[in-house]
């Protein structure tokens, strides 16, 4: 016959038996616990916007180790789906996940928002969800936020953080003594090639509005010195030196 507790309470469980022991009830499950359960995983779920076909994607053994390679169509739509992402780091010190993207909405205002991605060595990638705003924060800069600068660069393809280096910045570069017949869309994209990459030009610059200089959003490339002058056919010639900033950006 077992004996009763003094206090009247419950005897404490015996050995074997199938009640929880004491203490244990309300105790959370530690990492450890969740990863030794196995029926606590789950299988991750990947979204696509496309299917795979057959051939898309190809393993071929090697000594090295397993090479995979893409499609050329396959390779194509992967990447297409990238195209509104832009590479950006704030320079100086590292910024919290959530307290970077809440600046950023507060700083660009965007219509329709986007998606943060943070990657190694302080680098992100943003992914817009409309071209207005990509546009808009590729071509609004400079951006400063907590007083570091925001350098932005367009994704890329297979893009590294650990290797890569700033070798390009999107600038505003106004050019002056340009002939008012010379503002033309083809001139003008022709004319800013030659500087770097003509990225968008100046809606009042389009419609020669204004014409005491033509103004260019232009992807420098850093590595590069500047073309110093341009002929075409004698009909246009520019002196890069005359050339100027908008707004100069410091990386």
Not at 49 to 60: I, K, N, R, W, Y
Not at 178 to 201: F, N, S
């Amino acid at each position: 016959m077992r004996d009763h507790p003094p206090d009247g309470g419950s005897l404490p469980p015996s050995k074997g038996s199938d009640s929880q022991p004491f203490g244990t009830a309300d105790r959370a499950k530690s990492f450890r616990d969740t990863v030794i359960d196995g029926s606590a995983w789950e299988e991750p779920t990947i979204d696509t916007e496309f299917s795979l076909d057959a051939g898309d994607v190809t393993v071929t053994p090697s000594p090295q180790g397993p090479i995979v390679k893409y499609s050329d169509s396959f390779r194509a739509k992967l990447y297409k789906n990238w195209e509104q992402t832009l590479i950006i780091k704030p320079w100086g010190r590292t910024i919290g996940f959530r307290a970077l993207s809440s600046r950023l909405s507060r700083l660009w205002q965007l219509s329709s928002g986007f998606k943060l991605i943070d990657l190694e060595q302080n680098y992100y990638m943003v992914k817009f969800h409309s071209s207005a705003d990509y546009m808009k924060v590729l071509t609004g800069g400079p951006w400063m936020i907590l007083g570091l600068y925001l350098s932005v660069e367009r994704w890329r393809p297979n893009f590294n953080p650990n290797t890569h280096r700033v070798s390009s910045v999107v600038a505003w570069v106004c050019i002056p003594g340009l002939p008012a017949e010379h503002y033309h869309v083809g001139v003008l994209k022709m004319v800013g090639d030659q500087i770097g990459r003509t990225v968008r030009i100046d809606i009042p610059t389009q419609q020669a509005d204004r014409a005491q200089f033509a103004r260019i959003a232009i992807e420098l490339d850093l590595t590069k010195a500047l073309e110093a002058r341009l002929e075409k056919e004698h009909d246009l010639s520019l002196l890069w030196p005359r050339s100027r900033f908008h707004r100069r950006i410091k990386t």
